[in-house]
């Protein structure tokens, strides 16, 4: 065994704040807290230590910014409008309150965040292992070991996309993608493109490529819709005075299922409006089912189009009932809307699937969700689908936490509008573990001298 390796054996065995180790190859860094992950929520998290007196160190992989850079499609923009966009401290601060922010404005604003926390930031940096280390935790990293006694992941939930157990099977000629991956319609061979999954991007990206001309088929999923402007205001500053995002997922009818839901589908695009998959299949877009099964020659889809749609209807209008009988319980003047018709429904011949030999696809596009891949994470602190177990972020492994995950606590916690209670939360609690832990380092020094 090489010197080196013993003294990393060595160390396995000392409380993580007892000393220092330099190797000839590298110094393991001390840290009193550490945050994985320099978006958002990160940021957001440091900025709130930053104000308790506590100077994190933010790990990030890529460079601040970069999954709305370069992991969303050319014309992407906010669903939520501009006034939602308040990391702490920094709220928006443009022209159009009322707007929606597109990808170069998010990075911006994400940028000019990170300058005004001005946390320790360390981009291009990756944690490739999380351990437990004494009382804290050792991160292997890309520049070097890392012991902290508390740790923050903050690498959000979306990391690795999930497809159908059959895309193996499409011809090799037909280019497959992911949500991430796609940039614009140009970018695709010539010829038919099929969208799989009908949430907030594949939605949008049907519309993109559809709008552009395109030959689109979208297999319709179960994701609800919302209304874009319902009586007089956008649904969401509705949905806002309503408390929706502050709602607590313990106050939800369905916690243990809501974190794994598709988001409502709706756009920002044009200055926001609604996306009516009916009013698409008038225009030319073809919908199908579920997608079902892919054979050597054919895509074949459920019969379930028809009941997917009246779905995502029954949850648009529940939203815009909810939105009447609060206008009536506070007594508020706003204009009246008519009720909601379809304007289109399915024929009554069932779906034959695309033949993918007289009509070949261009490409695929994988809209079908994404999970969060924490396999770098050891320790145990996961359910039985390998995702995190927590409340409120705080796990059950002292001084490692979550932040900026889907439901962490609110509607609102994985958004721009509700991170900041969640890294407020986080924050307080670190500095309260931070007090006690001096506090009882320095009763065992005093102990030690009177002893001695």
Same mark, same amino acid.
């Given at each position: ?17 007892? %000393? ?27 900025? +709130?230590?930053? !104000? ?24 992407? %923009? ?6 939602? %966009?308040?990391?702490? #401290? ?12 597109? !990808?170069?404005? @998010? ?22 292992? =999380? ?46 993608? #992911? ?31 559809? =709008? ?48 794994? !839901? ?43 189009? +028809?009941?997917?749609? #009246? ?5 648009? $209008?529940?939203?815009?009932?909810? @939105? #009447?009988?609060?206008?009536? !319980?506070?007594? @508020? ?9 379809? %304007? ?18 261009? +490409? ?29 972020? @705080? ?9 900026? =995950? ?39 020094? $005093? ?6």
């Amino acid at each position: 065994m090489s010197g080196y390796r013993r003294i990393i054996d060595d160390w396995n065995n000392v409380d993580v704040f007892a %000393c220092a180790v330099v190797s000839t190859y590298t110094q393991v860094q001390q840290r009193q807290v550490v945050v994985v992950g320099g978006g958002q929520a990160g940021l957001s998290v440091a900025h +709130a230590l930053h !104000k308790l007196g506590i100077r994190p160190l933010v790990l990030e992989r890529h460079r601040v910014g970069y999954s709305w850079e370069q992991q969303r499609w050319d014309s992407f %923009c906010l669903v939520t409008p501009n006034w939602q %966009c308040r990391l702490p #401290d920094f709220p928006y601060d443009g022209p159009d309150l009322e707007g929606f922010m597109v !990808k170069a404005e @998010i990075v911006s604003y994400l940028q000019r965040y990170a300058a005004f926390v001005g946390a320790e930031l360390r981009e291009g940096v990756a944690v490739q292992r =999380l351990m437990h280390h004494g009382t804290g935790y050792r991160l292997h990293t890309s520049e070097g070991e890392i012991l902290a006694a508390h740790v923050v992941v903050a690498t959000g939930g979306y990391h690795r996309p999930q497809c159908h157990a059959d895309a193996p099977r499409l011809p090799v000629s037909t280019l497959q993608l #992911d949500a991430r991956e796609y940039r614009n319609p140009a970018s695709l061979p010539p010829g038919p493109v099929l969208v799989v999954g009908s949430g907030q991007s594949g939605a949008q990206i049907a519309e993109d490529l559809f =709008l552009a001309g395109r030959e689109v088929h979208l297999s319709v999923g179960s994701a609800p819709r919302s209304p874009r402007r319902y009586r007089g205001r956008d649904v969401v500053d509705w949905l806002d005075r309503m408390g929706y995002y502050a709602m607590p997922i313990s106050d939800h009818p369905d916690p243990r299922a809501v974190r794994s !839901k598709t988001n409502h589908y709706l756009t920002g695009r044009d200055g926001g409006r609604e996306i009516d998959l009916r009013a698409r299949a008038l225009e030319g877009m073809h919908l199908h089912g579920r997608l079902a099964s892919i054979r050597a020659d054919r895509i074949l889809f459920n019969n379930d189009l +028809a009941a997917n749609l #009246d779905q995502a209807d029954a949850v648009y $209008c529940r939203i815009r009932s909810s @939105i #009447d009988s609060w206008i009536t !319980k506070n007594d @508020i003047e706003a204009p009246e809307e008519p009720s909601f018709t379809p %304007c289109w429904q399915p024929g009554p011949a069932p779906d034959v699937g695309l033949d993918l030999n007289a009509h070949p696809l261009a +490409a695929v596009i994988w809209c079908t969700g994404y999970r969060g891949d924490f396999r770098w994470i050891d320790v145990p602190v996961f359910d039985g689908c390998g995702q995190p177990a927590h409340e409120r972020g @705080i796990t059950q492994s002292p001084g490692l936490y979550f932040l900026g =995950l889907p439901w962490l606590h609110t509607w609102g916690s994985g958004r721009f509008c509700g991170v900041a209670e969640d890294a407020e939360y986080l924050a307080s609690l670190i500095s309260l573990r931070l007090q006690h832990r001096d506090a009882s380092q320095e009763r065992l020094e $005093c102990t030690a001298l009177l002893g001695s």
